[in-house]
């Protein structure tokens, strides 16, 4: 039986509204990154690559939101996303969708557990 890997991202109190986490993993058994964050109190999680092209949405700046803090946003050409469903809004790519990536949050802390994901030390 395969055993359950939870993946610690933070303490809850460190990550704020609007803010994020990146952490590098395996996706799938390839190299990858999730984003973890906050919005409107609840904490989501995507694998951190957009629907436009294979880019992280954190590649050109070290932020996942855009200017209002209501919408995520890929540094690389301004696609939007809508943070709850991980939908894009924007006319390009319209309606496609990040990748949801199961996250928990219990205790004061945040923790990946999605079997899709192992940690980046299970590489090889
Ligand atoms: S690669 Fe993300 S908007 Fe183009």
Redesign the pocket.
């Known amino acids: 039986m395969r055993r359950k890997t939870r993946i610690w991202v933070c303490h809850s109190a460190d990550l704020k509204e609007a803010d994020y986490h990146r952490v590098d993993v395996l996706y799938s058994q390839k190299p990858s990154s999730v984003i973890v964050f906050r919005h409107n109190g609840e904490c989501l999680a995507y694998r951190n690559l957009?629907?436009?092209?294979?880019?992280e949405?954190d590649?050109e700046a070290d932020m996942i939101f855009d200017a209002t803090g209501r919408l995520l946003?890929?540094?690389?050409?301004?696609?939007v996303y809508e943070p709850k469903t991980g939908t894009s809004v924007?006319e390009?790519?319209w309606g496609k969708k990040l990748t949801p990536v199961k996250v928990e949050e219990a205790d004061d802390g945040i923790w990946i557990s999605d079997k899709r994901v192992r940690p980046m030390d299970e590489q090889g």
């Open positions: 957009c629907v436009h092209m294979p880019r949405l590649c946003r890929c540094s690389m050409h301004g696609i924007s390009i790519c």
